[in-house]
């Protein structure tokens, strides 16, 4: 039993002992790994210079080209007509006066 109440009390110790806070060494792990991603991004660009001055980043696209489509004219004219006739039917409704009369009247 002693053994046991022994070995929990360790355990609640080290639990201690990990949560307080210590400032140097949470700034020592910061200023580390700030440190190691730095270096990190550093040798990514590093790579990325060397593949784009070898033009084998950019060298393996191909541009495809659409081919042209020749509208007609015949269609082309007729939605047009189409929608002057919307906009004359729109002004026509916006300038006329309406068969019925207000009921809040």
């Not at 109440?5 to 609640?12: A, D, G, M, P, V």
């Not at 080290?14 to 550093?42: E, G, M, P, T």
């Not at 001055?53 to 081919?67: A, L, S, V, W």
Request: one cysteine or more; charged letters at 30%.
């Amino acid at each position: 039993m002693k053994k046991i109440l022994q070995y929990i009390k360790n355990i609640f110790s080290k639990i201690k002992i990990f949560f307080k806070i210590d400032s140097h060494k949470h700034w020592n792990f910061i200023v580390q790994a700030s440190f190691f991603i730095v270096c990190i991004l550093i040798c990514f660009s590093l790579f990325l210079l060397y593949q784009i001055k070898n033009d084998q980043i950019t060298g393996n696209f191909e541009i495809k080209k659409d081919p042209v489509v020749i509208i007609k004219e015949d269609v082309l004219n007729e939605i047009i007509s189409d929608f002057e006739e919307k906009e004359n039917k729109s002004e026509e409704t916006k300038n006329s006066v309406f068969p019925y009369s207000d009921p809040g009247r």
